[in-house]
């Protein structure tokens, strides 16, 4: 193997230009040969008996180069990677230029880790927002679990907001019944805007056993087109009507929601549970306007290859989320009316970003001459193995993959203990000036990230009548 060439081109896509020489190709031919005859017709041979030069003659000389160059080309590729010092980012496109008796030449476009610069990344300062915990916090979390606790009681009165009705409807257009606007014995809470604006307002002050019949029209942007700005109406029967009613704030609430036996002892352990929960929001923020920063002194080439691996990543991570709500990528996208390209591009500019902040982490590392103290890798991944309760993740994680994020979070953490920390925060800047930063991972597994809005609104609409 004989490295010809090594060409740079834009965007850190690099071209190695390789040589391998008539001895390695003709014993690579000649393994071709030996894999394959015991498969090949050859008149006047037994299966298996025909000479290679018999074979060449009726098939063509270079019948074994195409066996005998993918043979060959990656451990040649591999080689010429580590002689030039070369740290590709993705799989290489080969293309095979010349061939023959004489061996061949071949290219290797591959995309590799580029050569960035950044400004100062000791010794800044940021906002550091405080953590601090009131009797208001503790109280707001308190009724949040009540909520979560609560019990429906029927009721003999008429309806009011909040309460949660068990109906029966039908919804005409025109006259005509349509799909997905029917349902026997669902639960309704009043005020929840599951159903189309104007519906559960309009069965305010029903009550068990009415007839109500809601007439509204469907909105102008309605997911539906065939049923979008069309008048509506919804033949309802009410067979209860149900009052939320929350559990005391008391000791018992405290025992049966919890290990504690009184209520002051459960609300110390909300109020330490809050105070972590600010302290990491409070790192988070500290950590991003560091970050953005640095972003800002940010020069040089990102991969395409990088940013489009990022993208994919926090597409299926996006899906995992919809998933979880009952929904899927295509459904969000019919729901959206967005194709494949469109999706993409929404994720496009916080993979790009993500990609940067890898590449700063991964430069400042190199510069401050960052490396895992002897066993860290192994606790890692224990580590990794009871949080997933998974036995294979040594399997699942390359230790180059986990080496290179626990040397990002020993940047990450450089980058913090340097800096100085802010009690105010600063002027706000235009959207064109601020570069949106996602929190950088604590786990070298991957964690859903920050999805697109919509699809709390596409989760919540799609509850309700279709």
């Not at 060439?5 to 014993?27: D, N, Q, R």
């Not at 996602?438 to 809005?453: D, I």
Request: charged share 30%; net charge negative; aromatic share 8%.
């Amino acid at each position: 193997m004989t490295v010809k060439s090594v060409a740079k081109e834009k965007k850190s896509l690099t071209v190695l230009t390789i040589e391998i020489g008539a001895e390695e190709f003709s014993a690579a031919v000649e393994q071709a040969f030996r894999k394959n005859i015991g498969k090949m017709n050859i008149p006047g041979f037994r299966k298996g008996k025909a000479p290679r030069k018999m074979v060449e003659k009726l098939y063509g000389e270079g019948v074994f180069y195409q066996d005998a160059v993918n043979a060959t080309w990656p451990d040649a590729y591999d080689k010429a990677v580590e002689q030039e010092g070369i740290e590709p980012v993705e799989r290489p496109d080969v293309e095979v230029e010349t061939i023959g008796a004489e061996g061949y030449t071949f290219t290797a476009k591959v995309h590799v880790y580029p050569e960035i610069q950044i400004g100062q990344y000791r010794g800044l300062s940021a906002y550091y927002p405080p953590a601090d915990v009131s009797e208001s916090d503790i109280d707001t979390e308190v009724s949040i679990v009540r909520e979560r606790n609560a019990s429906l009681v029927t009721v003999d009165r008429p309806a009011a907001l909040g309460d949660t009705l068990i109906l029966d409807y039908e919804g005409f257009v025109g006259g005509e019944s349509f799909d997905g606007g029917k349902g026997e014995r669902q639960m309704l809470e009043l005020g929840s805007h599951r159903f189309i604006p104007g519906f559960e307002e309009a069965l305010v002050g029903v009550s068990a056993g009415g007839e109500p019949e809601v007439q509204l029209t469907f909105p102008e942007d309605y997911h539906a087109e065939e049923l979008a700005g069309k008048p509506a109406v919804f033949r309802c029967k009410i067979h209860e009507v149900k009052e939320k009613q929350l559990p005391e704030a008391d000791d018992e609430f405290a025992k049966d929601i919890s290990s504690f036996d009184t209520l002051a002892a459960y609300r110390d352990d909300v109020r330490e549970t809050l105070l972590r929960e600010k302290t990491k929001e409070s790192e988070r923020v500290f950590e991003n306007g560091l970050i953005s920063q640095i972003l800002k002194t940010f020069e040089g080439d990102v991969p395409d290859a990088m940013v489009a691996r990022q993208v994919e990543d926090l597409i299926n991570d996006f899906g995992i989320r919809l998933r979880r709500q009952g929904l899927d990528i295509e459904g969000y996208m019919r729901y959206s009316g967005i194709d494949q390209q469109a999706l993409i591009g929404q994720f496009y500019p916080q993979a790009e970003t993500n990609t940067k902040v890898s590449l700063i982490f991964d430069k400042i590392a190199k510069l401050e001459g960052l490396t895992l103290d002897e066993g860290e890798l192994d606790a890692e991944y224990d580590r990794l193995a009871e949080l997933h309760k998974a036995d294979n993740v040594r399997e699942l994680i390359p230790g180059k993959a986990l080496t290179n994020d626990l040397l990002a979070l020993k940047a990450s953490k450089l980058i913090m203990e340097t800096a100085v920390r802010l009690d105010t925060p600063p002027e706000p800047e235009s959207d064109a000036q601020t570069e949106q930063v996602e929190e950088p991972a604590a786990e070298p597994v991957k964690k859903p990230r920050k999805t697109a809005k919509k699809s709390a609104k596409a989760a919540e609409e799609t509850e309700g009548v279709q």
